[in-house]
């Protein structure tokens, strides 16, 4: 089973800047895909980011400029870097990773979400 572990959201004043991190565990073998979702009250969730191994970073026109994504390999995990907040951005973030477990088997996992709340 892979398990992920989400940190860093948080209420934020509108200009302001959060930093979320990402930590999967368990019996993976390889990560091809970490990126991060986010769903407002009432919306469906949505694709913020994604960063493919190998690959650039895709990211959302709505928060092109504003946010980064990275990962650190060696620790399987990935950040999101969210600068210059808009009370629009206010919704539960959630990581996503997909790859191959220990056994090979293909995995999906979702982290269990964070809050990110941006006040005016």
């Known amino acids: 089973q892979v398990r992920l572990v989400e940190s860093g959201g948080g209420l934020v004043q509108a200009g302001g800047s959060l930093r979320l991190s990402c930590t999967a565990s368990?019996?993976?073998?390889?990560?091809?895909?970490m990126g991060w979702y986010r769903q407002a009250p009432g919306e469906q969730r949505e694709l913020v980011t994604l960063i493919i191994s190998g690959g650039r970073p895709n990211y959302a026109d709505s928060v092109k400029g504003r946010f980064t994504i990275s990962r650190d390999n060696a620790k399987n995990t990935v950040y999101l870097q969210m600068n210059s907040l808009k009370p629009e951005d206010t919704a539960v973030y959630y990581c996503n990773t997909r790859g191959l477990r220990s056994d090979y088997s293909p995995f999906t996992s979702w982290g269990q979400g964070t809050q990110v709340t941006v006040s005016s």
């Open positions: 368990g019996s993976i073998f390889s990560i091809n895909a």
